[in-house]
C-alpha cells in the first residue's frame, strides 16, 4: 500500500505534468474552435518544444530566455507551414475528417522520423531552469522546476484570456469558432485565422515541452502520449475555454500520478489511455457534449 | 382496421416545441397525407413515428403494437418502412445493389452462409436479383439497373428510394416529401407511383408540402402548423377548411 | 449466368483493371521466384501487409468506418504466437488461430463499447488502443520481453512439415493472401457486404431499412481484427522475430498507404496496394528511415490530391447522368 506522504508527493507532482497538458489540451481546442479540426499531431509540437530548446539551450549554449523564445518561434512557424502545405488544401477541398485525421498522424510520423535523423533516437534532457532544490515541506519535496511550469502556465493562460477577450483579433478568432459563415461575412479572413490557430497552439505545444523536458526528458517518440493526453484533458474539460482545459490537464495529471505509485510509472500512458476509453464509454458524446454539438 | 395510431405525441427541444399533442390515426389500405407549412413539424413528426428521433410524450402503436421507444430498425422489420427528405443513397453501389440491399429483412444468411453460398442462398440471391429488377421497372428505372446509383438524377434518386423501400416489403409505407425537388413531370410520375403502391394494398403516409399533389391522391388529410394539428379530414373537406386556408393555402398558394 | 458487365459491377467498380493488374502482380512474382534473394523477403512482408490491408478493408472500405488502432490486434497475434510457440512450445498453425481466436474475443469485447463513439471520439479510441498494446508490449516484461523483442520463433508448419525455405514461405503466403481475397470477395457480394456497403454511404438509410446498424459495424470490425491477428502472426513466424516497434504507430501508416494505393473499399485494392507499397521503397533503394518518411508524404500526397486513393483516377470514364437537377430547386 501505497503511503500519504507518497500520495501527497504524487499529487504534487501530477498537477505539474497536468499543467503541461493542460497547455497542450488548450492547443488542441484553439485550432479546433477555429476550424473543427482535431489535430492529432499535437504532441509533435511538445517534442520539437523540448528537442529545439536542447539544441539551442545545450548545443548552441544559449542563454536560457533566448533559446525558448526561439524554441516557440520556430515550432510555431512548422505549425504554419503543417497548416499552409497539409491542412489548408485539405481544408479548401473539403476532405473528410478522417482523412484531416490521418493526414496529421502523417505528419506526427514524418516530424519523428525526421528528428531521428537529425537528433538521433537516443533521449535529451537538460537542467532545471533553477538549480537546487527541491524544496523540502517535511517529507514532501518540490522540485524547482514545479514553480516554472505554475507561474509560466498561469501567464500564458492569463495572457491567452486577454488576447481572446481584449484584441481584435483574439476576438475575430473567437468569432471564427462560434460561426465560420457569419465570420467571413463580416470581413474576417478565416483562412488567416486557421494559420494563427496553428500558430498558436503550436507555441503553446512547443512551451509545455521546453517547461516539462527538464524532469522528464525529450525523445522523438514522446509526442503521441503527450498529444494523447491532452486531447484526453480537452475532452474532460469540454474543449471549451482554456481553463476549463487547463483544469481538465491538471485532474488528469493527479489522477495518473496517483496511478503511478499503485501501478507504476511503466504505465502511465496505459493508465491515462483507459481513464480515456473510460470517459469516452460513459460519454459516448463527450463530456459536456463539447465535439458533437458541432458535428 | 387501424394499422397506425398516434395518441399525444410530443417533441420539445430545448423548451421548443416541435410537435404538441398529435394524435391520428392511419387504416389500413388507405393513402393518408399530412401537409403542413416548412417548419409546421412534418419532419419531426415523422421521424418520431418511424423511431428515429425520441419522443418528449405520447404514444405509437403499429398493427397492435407499442413501437415508441422501439428501435428503428425493429420498427422497420415490423414493416413500417420510411424514405428520407433528403435522399439517403447508397452512392458507392449500382442501383440494382441498392434495392437488394432493400430486401435484407427479407432474406437471410450471415458470414457463414456467404462464404459457404448453399444451394438455398444462391437461389434467395437470384430471387431477388429478379425480384429488383421488377421492382426498378415498376417506377420505371428498369433500364439504369447496373449505374452507379449516385450518377442518378435526383429525381430518379427518389424513384429508387421508393423502390428500395418497397424491396423491404412495407406494411406501412412512409414517404417523406418525396416530391421535394422535383419538376412537374417528374411530380406526376411520383404521384403514378404511389397510387400504384396503395393499389398493391400498401398502406400509405405521406408527409407532402405539395398541396396539389396531396388532395389529388391522398384519401385522407391531416394538417399541422406550429407542431399541432390543426384539421383532418378528405381533400374536399380540407380545401374548405377555414382554418387551413388561413395557416397554410394563404400564405402558401404559390408553392401549390 | 452473369453478364459481363455484372461480374465488373461485382467486383468493384474498377473490375477489369483489377483483373489486369492481378495478372501483372503475377508476373511479378515470377520475377521474384526467379530471382530470388531480397526481393522475397519484401514480397513476403508484402502479402503480410497485405492480409492486414485485407482485413482493414473490410471495416475501413466495405463498411466506412475509421480506426487507426488495429495495429493493436496485429501485435495481438504477433505476441500470442510467440509466447505460445516459444514459452509453451505450441504448434504454429495451433498458435496463429488460437491468437485469432484471442483477438477475435479482444475485439468484441473493446468494440462493442468504442463503436458506438463517432467522429473524432472513434477515431481517438482507435488510435489508443494501439498505444495502450504497445506500451503494454514495451512494459510487461515477463511476459512480452519488452523492448528485447522475441526471437527464435518457430516457421510455419503442420507436425513435422515445416515451411523453411524462402521461396515456399512466399508460395503459402501467396496462398493465404488468395484465401483472404476470396473470402472478401464472397463477403462483399452477399447480404452481408451489402448492409456494410449501405452503411458506408448512409447510416439512416441502412437503418430505415432494418439494417442493425451496431451489429454490421461491430461484425466488420471484428473481422478486420482476425485478419489483422492473422498478419501478427503470419509476420512472427515467417521473419522469427518481433518486438514492439513491429506494430507501432508506423503500421497504421503504413498500412493506410497501401490501402489508398489500392483502392479503398475494392476487393484486390488492398493486396494490389501492398504489393505496390512495398515494392516502390526497393527500387528507389531506401532505408528504414527515408521509407517511413516516403509513406507518410505519399499518404499525405494521396489525401489532399487523390483522396478516393488512386484506383479512382481511373474510375473517369464512368457513365455521367444525362441531366442533373439541382436538389434545391
Redesign the interface.
Known sequence: MPSVVELVQSLVNGVGIGLVYGLIAIGFCVIYNASGIVNFAQGVFVMLGGMFAYSFLVTLKWPLALAAAASIIVVAGIGVLVQIFIIRPMWERKAPMFAIILATLAVQLLIEQIVILTMGDQPRTYPEFTLGGPLKLGPIAIGYQLFWVLGCGALMVVLLQLFFNKTRVGRALRACSQNREAAALLGIPVGGMLMLSFALSAGLGAAAGILITPTQYTAYSVGAPFGVNGFISAIIGGFGSAPAALAGGILLGVVQSAAIVVFGAGYKNVIALTVLLIVLLFFPKGLFGGLAKKH | MTLLSVRGLTKRFDGLTANSEISLDVEEGSLFAVIGPNGAGKTTFFNMVSGFLPSTAGSITFAGTDITTMRQDKIAAMGLIRTFQLVQMFQNMTVAENVEVGFHLKTRGGVGAALVRPPWLRRQEEDIRVKARELLDFVGLGAQADMDAGLLPYGQQRLLEVARAMAAGPRLLLLDEPAAGLNAHETDALADVIQHINGRGITVLLIEHDVGLVTRIAHRIAVLDFGCKIAEGTPDEIKKHPDVIAAYLGTETENA | MTLP??IS?RLG?HGYLAVGGAILLGLLFVFVFVRGGYLLTVMQLAMIYGVFCIGLNFFMGYTGQ?S?GQNAFAALGGYGTAVLCVQYGWEPILALFASMAISGVASVVVGY??L??????L???T??LG??TY??S??WQSVTQGYMGYSGIPPLGIGPFTVEDERWKLVVLMVIVLFGLW?SG??RN??????L??I???E??????????SHYKL?AFV?AALYASAAGSLFAHVVGFISPEVFG??M??VT?TMLYVGGV?TVLGPAIGAVIASLLPEIVRSTG?FQ??A???V??LL??YV?KGLSALFGIG????????????
Open positions: 458487365s455484372s459491377t467498380q475509421a487507426f463499447p468504442t458506438r463513439l463517432r467522429g473524432h471520439y477515431a481517438m479510441a488510435f489508443a498505444l495502450i506500451d503494454i514495451v512494459q473470402i464472397r463477403l452477399s447480404r452481408f457486404g451489402r448492409a456497403r449501405a458506408s454511404t448512409s439512416l438509410g441502412a437503418s430505415a431499412l432494418g439494417i442493425r446498424i461484425a473481422i504507430a508506423q497504421v501508416i493506410f473499399g528511415r517511413d518518411i509513406y507518410a508524404l499518404l499525405i489525401l489532399i483522396p464512368r457513365p455521367r447522368p444525362a441531366k442533373t437537377t439541382n436538389p434545391g430547386s
